[in-house]
């Protein structure tokens, strides 16, 4: 059985692999070269800068909280993000990424859950926290980025809501203070993953899981520091954290963070920049492939792109297009890091997702009711096991229950239906769970749920996932609402009703009204019956729009 083995850390000695560590490294031997590019704020820091500026923001932190505290940042892609990271790491707190979409319920449950004592906004977010919910109540200090009188308005704002807030900009002249030693078992950052049958569960990453994350980045598309590593994904987003910005930061490569991803301004992003290395997530691969083809596309430095996932029906094209020499590709989770990687620049069977980093990793595929091995060829529910310590997450903060249960019989259970072939070859099949995946995010139907029943018209509801209508597109959302007896629920009425209380990437795009929902004698729902429902709704609405 082929596994992969190109697999070849640039620090090998496992009790450095810190955030701190690599940061201080790079700052020695890389020191005058530039690390971070953000050309929408015109700002570049070298990787001497970077660290220095980085260890001013945790002399200020540390006035603020102590080692082993939770950072809570909150704000669209900018260089003082990734300082803000930075600092958190230096000063032995844990960043917690939020997502910029996430307001209500949704935002209410992640700051209650982790309790952070600092939080790092945008302005613009500023009022999401003055709902007067206790969640909001562990939050000592908020510094507001930005400046002028948008960043003055939102710091009015949070004090007449009862909070300590100031500018962010003050921390860049914080008097040097001895910052503590990090280890690779602290904590580095709760990144929050989607909920299968609940509430989202925030992930405790160790520094040695984010830099062994990154450490397969930079393995899996040869980075070097010669490279340009261009990103247009949110960093609150492992993708773009671990898999682009840490990668670079090990290789001593140039990190180009773009503002937004736009599919009409890839090409020239690309030339602009200079870039080598580039990622997609979802359907930005498509979305850019159905651009106006013109002749100069390839008129780039391109080399690798990082597709999670690839089109595959689009490869060959998007390649001879765009001059790109590789695609590769990985599967894994946030918790496990990328159990499956794939040789670069090497053609691999249609759907595989990669080979198994067997150096790394124990891998088992079984029947989720048994945990018995399937055999090769058979789909079974993903397992994973370390060989190395804190590579991998250590648990859900906060949720003791949800640690036990995905963590029984001394394997990490993923939930995810893989198959693997005779030539080691593994292949992702479908989910076990129900959370939905769309557009690069990761839905928790439960929280979907929870939100259109709220609305007074409906009394059961159930989410689940329905055919994405591009390739890469992954999933859409699908709801089925029961109405309570007696009452009619409004299709248009129900989705503006989702409108205000969903982020836009969790909005449904099929609604249906049924009498009730499949159950099963135990009172569980059929979510396999609702998913075959969502198929027949998803091509009934392909079929009217040709």
């Known amino acids: 059985m082929r596994t ?50 980085s260890e001013a923001i945790a002399a200020g932190l540390l006035g603020l909280a102590v080692p082993g505290d939770r950072v809570l940042i909150m704000a669209a892609n900018s260089g003082e993000l990734v300082l803000s990271w930075f600092g958190a790491a230096l000063a032995g707190m844990a960043e917690v990424p939020i997502n910029t979409a996430y307001a209500g319920s949704f935002l209410e449950h992640q700051v209650r859950t982790t309790s952070p004592r600092v939080a790092v906004v945008d302005p613009e977010f500023a009022a999401r926290f003055t709902t007067g919910s206790d969640a909001y109540a562990s939050i000592d200090a908020f510094l507001v980025l930005g400046d002028g009188e948008a960043r003055d308005d939102a710091i009015a704002t949070l004090a007449g809501a009862g909070f300590d807030a100031r500018p962010w900009t003050g921390l860049l002249s914080s008097a040097p203070v ?53 990103c247009v994904g949110p960093l609150f987003h492992g993708n773009a954290q ?9 290789a001593g490569a140039r990190f180009v963070l773009q503002e937004r991803f736009s599919a009409s301004r890839w090409v020239q992003q690309l030339r602009d920049s200079g870039a080598t290395v580039t990622n997609f997530v979802g359907v930005m691969m498509d979305w850019t492939w159905k651009q106006p083809v013109r002749p100069d596309d390839a008129d780039n430095a391109l080399r690798c792109i990082f597709a999670a996932p690839t089109a595959s029906s689009i490869v060959e094209g998007f390649r001879e297009r765009f001059g790109v020499d590789a695609f590769v590709e990985s599967f894994g989770l946030t918790e496990t890091s990328m159990p499956f990687l794939s040789p670069y620049g090497e053609e691999r069977p249609p759907g595989a997702a990669g080979l198994l980093v067997d150096e790394w990793f124990d891998v088992r595929l079984v029947d989720p009711a048994t945990d018995r091995e399937v055999e090769v060829g058979q789909v079974g529910e993903l397992l994973v096991r370390t060989k190395q310590p804190w590579t991998m997450c250590a648990g859900y903060y906060g949720m003791p229950e949800k640690t036990a249960e995905a963590q029984r019989n001394l394997w990490f259970h993923t939930g995810d239906a893989l198959r693997r072939d005779e030539d080691g070859w593994f292949y992702f099949v479908d989910r076990f769970k129900d959370a939905i995946r769309r557009r690069g995010e990761n839905i928790s139907s439960y929280e979907v749920e929870q939100a259109v029943l709220g609305h007074a018209d409906v009394a059961e509801c159930a989410a689940v996932a329905a055919p994405a209508s591009t390739e890469a597109g992954e999933d859409e959302v699908a709801v089925f609402v029961v109405p309570l007896e007696g009452a009619e629920v409004a299709i248009d009425d129900l989705r503006s009703w989702c409108d205000e209380r969903l982020p836009a990437f969790a909005r449904p795009e099929y609604v249906a009204v049924l009498d009730r929902l499949p159950m099963t004698p135990s009172g569980k729902v059929r979510k396999l019956e609702l998913r075959e429902l969502a198929q027949e709704l998803a091509a009934t609405a392909a079929g009217a729009a040709r």
């Not at 190109?6 to 005058?32: K, M, N, S, Y």
């Not at 671990?242 to 090990?250: E, G, I, Q, S």
């Open 4 to 53: 992969y083995r190109d697999l070849h850390p640039i620090f090998e000695d496992q009790e450095r692999w810190t955030l701190p560590h690599v940061l201080r490294e790079r700052a020695r031997t890389h020191g005058d070269r530039i690390y971070l590019d953000v050309p929408s704020q015109g700002g570049r820091w070298t990787y001497a800068e970077t660290l220095e500026t």
């Open 178 to 230: 001895d910052l503590p030693e990090v280890h690779a078992h602290d904590l580095a950052c709760v990144l929050f993953t989607s909920g299968t049958t609940g509430l989202s569960k925030g992930v405790m990453m160790p520094h040695a899981h984010m830099l062994f994350f990154a450490q397969e980045g930079a393995s899996l598309t040869r980075l070097t520091d010669d490279d340009v590593y261009m």
């Open 242 to 250: 671990f898999l682009a910005a840490y990668p670079a930061l090990l």
